[in-house]
């Protein structure tokens, strides 16, 4: 059935460094969202990428969609202790047009 | 805008209660939302999607006689998990897309409501 993958599973990073999770689809997606959740929170969703090579910046997040429109990244620069979660991605389900499939998830942690 | 309330956000009960737990889209209609089910350190697994006057339909795999879902209002969905056991024992979420977006418009979580089943 149609998956949808992301790594790494965990990433720890000294507060400043950068970050970077990836997110790689069985299928191509008409889009891609990306939520990030506290711990002991809720999804909040970051951002929606639509066009094939699509690059979008958020402040010291940039997201991009693939070519192929199966992968996207997710890249903080100069990590805060703010930034401190797990990163989902989220594709629509093939067929299931109203659902969403998401990704294993990023858990970062960062250190002061 | 776009708020989600799911109310309880924590229950503790003993095996063979039945829980209810609902979700209310608060500033704005939703004719659908999805109920997910969450276990620690993993991702958000769909277990069903809710719609406003009509049956629910669910994910493979997930009973539909357990969880009984009602979706009464363009704001208020309910998730009814009948005799609990400890296995049941979870984060459950749910999410609601303004009613008149497009289908790839995201979704709205809710808190999210932490079920221990003693």
């Known amino acids: 059935g149609q998956q949808v993958m992301q790594i790494p599973q965990y990433q720890h990073v000294q507060e400043g460094e950068d970050f970077t999770t990836y997110c790689n689809s069985s299928?191509?997606?008409?889009?891609i969202q990306w939520y990030k959740q506290r711990p002991g929170g809720h999804p909040v969703f970051l951002i929606q990428?639509?066009?094939?090579?699509e690059v979008k910046k958020q402040k010291r997040l940039t997201f991009q969609f693939g070519e192929a429109k199966k992968n996207s990244s997710l890249h903080i620069t100069a990590t805060q202790t703010t930034d401190v979660g797990t990163y989902f991605c989220?594709?629509?389900?093939?067929?299931?047009?109203?659902?969403?499939?998401f990704g294993a998830g990023t858990r970062l942690a960062v250190h002061p | 805008g776009a708020v989600v309330s799911q109310h309880p956000s924590w229950v503790i009960c003993k095996s063979g209660t039945s829980v209810k737990i609902e979700c209310r889209s608060l500033?704005?209609?939703?004719?659908?939302m999805f109920w997910y089910r969450q276990f620690p350190k993993q991702s958000l697994m769909l277990m069903a999607t809710?719609?406003?006057?009509?049956?629910?339909?669910?994910e493979q795999g997930v009973e539909k006689d357990k969880f009984l879902i009602n979706h009464a209002s363009l704001t208020l969905s309910t998730l009814t998990v009948t005799s609990a056991h400890p296995e049941d024992s979870s984060f459950y979420i749910c999410?609601?897309?303004?009613?008149?977006?497009?289908?790839?418009?995201?979704?709205?979580f809710g808190d999210g409501t932490r079920l221990s089943i003693l």
């Open positions: 999410s609601a897309r303004e009613r008149g977006t497009a289908y790839n418009q995201p979704q709205h």
């Open positions: 299928t191509t997606l008409s889009n």
């Open positions: 990428l639509v066009k094939s090579g």
């Open positions: 989220a594709g629509p389900l093939t067929g299931g047009y109203n659902k969403l499939i």
């Open positions: 500033d704005f209609q939703a004719t659908t």
């Open positions: 809710s719609n406003e006057g009509s049956k629910a339909t669910y």
